[in-house]
């Protein structure tokens, strides 16, 4: 019953009450894990009294696609589920003087936009533009402590290695974790990434984001990334799989105009400065009339092009990107200093596995979208995303180029999305794929690995690694706004289904390891190691999510975020793995004899 017990604690993962906030008026925006954002307001006449029936029309800039929505009895609308650009919102009432106001809206933000329309019993008058809308529009605060990254920022700031994630560090708190990031004095296992709401988290490796673990790769081509915001503390409750930062990223869509830029960079040894010992020390060779040793190899080409248009003007959006990453890098391996003992024989066999060897880095990002919007109340998405690459590694000074392995490393996500909106009532529904498999091969798996301790490592690598996750993921999302009910109210509910496959081949040690000491001459083994038993960790898994929040502003300077958030995970790969009671005893035996145990001081006093 016990056992029972605690496997239903780790299945019934967490039931999370959101931020309860009490607001001021003007700062971060309220956030959607769908990448969008919305505008809410009212809408009155001259007078100051509440215009009815009224109708508010956004229409974007770029494509010429509209969201309209009606105001209530008490001239309030809202317009939800926009994705990030600019638009010209138009209010219209029969017998009033229409007004539009252009404004830019920002992945996650919430903009409280009002109008106030003339007295003019023309229907078909003439539109006034507001050329101070940016000055007239609001953004209602959230509980969330967020930082938008905008378009204009990731074309302005300079990224070497064109990892999107790097600018995540404009945020507070937020720090680099090798091609990762992390905030909050916490690891990158605890971070979740979204792109266009499909999660790219990482369940069963390092890092927090799929294909991160040990890559010198991309998540994500960066020419395919419009903007992204990052949430460092108090997350709203449609938000999962994190403690940490959560970043939620929109992509760039097709407009009516085709558009493309393309991009190359090339890097070689010569742009890397040695640093401040490493020219000490060449220093000292000089004076001394010996040589500096040359800068190790290093060429690397980036280069990329984008492409997007209209297919059906109005109606039908193509945008597509690619990424390459290509590098070659080189390593010397050398004999240790230890080398008294040795065989010559030996020693001259080990100097043939010594000298220069390349290290090749082979990257590509691939991506491509269609959006579609055959009416106003309706918009398909459809995109892929291909991420291939592949390393050789993990060899240098003492550890032979034999010892090096093969790393390939691969991330395919594939997305269909829809949204439909009718009133003030929005249905954002999607559904994705993602496949990541990380693979780590032996470059010499039929040679036996033999290491001379502090010499050199010869033979082939102990372990091959093969990892494969696989994830199938509904998400439906409801959101309603009404304003009554002792102020105004952005409803959301939403539930996530997802099923995991985990295919993990680990064979510790499959190819025999030896190793050789001076402690005997060299003369045998001191040590062996090779492995046996069932590599197979393989697991199903069922990832479920529900949440309910909701965006309370009883009056107008004061917002309560409330929100209920209930997850459930069936198969958290070893939860039925229990300690064998040999290894218990052997443990606790060991334990016994420790000055710090708790029961050797009871015995000793």
Not at 46 to 64: E, F, H, L, Q
Not at 120 to 146: D, F, H, N
């Amino acid at each position: 019953m016990i056992g029972n017990i605690f496997k239903l604690q780790r299945s019934c993962r967490a039931v999370t009450l959101a931020a309860v906030g009490l607001i001021a008026m003007t700062a971060a925006g309220a956030s959607a894990q769908t990448t969008t954002a919305r505008i809410t307001g009212t809408v009155t006449g001259d007078n100051g009294a509440p215009v009815a029936d009224a109708i508010v029309t956004a229409r974007s800039i770029t494509t010429n696609l509209t969201r309209s929505a009606r105001t209530s009895g008490n001239a309030f609308y809202a317009l939800t589920g926009l994705t990030p650009a600019e638009y010209e919102i138009t209010a219209r009432r029969i017998g009033l003087q229409p007004q539009t106001k252009r404004i830019r809206v920002y992945v996650g933000q919430s903009i409280g936009l009002d109008f106030r329309l003339a007295s003019q019993a023309v229907q078909l008058s003439g539109v006034e533009i507001s050329a101070q809308a940016a000055a007239e529009q609001t953004e209602r605060r959230s509980t969330e402590v967020a930082t938008n990254i905008t378009q204009e920022q990731m074309e302005a700031i300079p990224l070497s290695e064109r990892n999107f994630l790097g600018l995540a560090l404009l945020a507070p708190g937020v720090r680099r974790d090798g091609g990762s990031i992390t905030s909050g004095a916490q690891r990158a296992n605890n971070i979740n990434v979204f792109v266009d709401g499909v999660s790219f988290k990482n369940d069963i490796l390092v890092g927090g984001v799929v294909g991160q673990d040990a890559s010198k790769g991309n998540p994500f081509p960066q020419n395919a990334v419009q903007e992204f915001r990052v949430i460092t503390q108090q997350y709203k409750a449609e938000y999962q799989k994190a403690t940490s930062a959560i970043i939620t990223a929109t992509t760039k869509s097709g407009t009516n105009n085709w558009e493309g830029n393309a991009f190359g960079l090339f890097q070689n040894e010569n742009a890397i400065g040695r640093d401040y010992f490493t020219q000490f020390r060449c220093d000292s060779l000089e004076t001394a009339g010996a040589v500096c040793p040359d800068k190790p190899r290093l060429d690397k080409y980036q280069i990329g092009a984008d492409l997007g248009g209209p297919l059906v003007k109005d109606k039908l959006f193509f945008f597509g990107s690619y990424e390459g990453n290509l590098q070659t890098r080189a390593a010397d391996v050398t004999l240790g200093t230890n080398i008294a003992g040795l065989a010559q024989k030996t020693l001259d066999s080990l100097r043939t596995f010594t000298g220069n060897f390349e290290s090749p880095f082979r990257g590509h990002l691939g991506f491509a979208k269609l959006t579609y919007a055959p009416r106003e109340r309706h918009r398909f998405e459809l995109s892929a995303n291909i991420r291939d690459e592949y390393d050789i590694r993990s060899f240098g000074l003492q550890d032979s180029y034999d010892n090096a392995e093969w790393f390939f490393n691969d991330v395919y996500t594939y997305l269909l999305k829809h949204q439909y909106t009718r009133g003030n009532a929005l249905n954002e529904a999607s559904v994705s794929y993602q496949y990541y498999h990380w693979n780590p091969i032996p470059l010499n798996e039929d040679k036996v690995g033999v290491r001379y301790t502090n010499v050199l490592k010869v033979g082939g690598r102990s372990t091959r690694q093969d990892f494969t996750q696989k994830r199938f993921s509904f998400r439906d999302d409801i959101t309603y706004a009404r304003s009554g009910w002792f102020g105004d109210h952005v409803f959301k509910v939403g539930t996530n289904i997802d099923n995991v496959i985990y295919d993990v081949i680990r064979p510790l040690n499959g190819v025999p390891q030896y190793t050789f000491e001076p402690s005997n001459g060299w003369a045998f083994p001191t040590t062996a190691a090779a492995g046996f038993g069932n590599p197979d960790l393989s697991a199903d898994n069922r990832q479920v999510g529900f949440f309910l929040q909701d965006d309370w502003a009883p009056v107008e300077r004061l917002t309560l975020n409330l929100g209920v958030r209930w997850d459930y995970e069936s198969d958290m790969i070893n939860n039925d793995w229990v300690t064998p009671d040999s290894i218990r005893s052997a443990v606790a035996a060991w334990r016994a004899t420790l000055p710090c145990d708790g029961t050797q001081r009871v015995r000793e006093q």
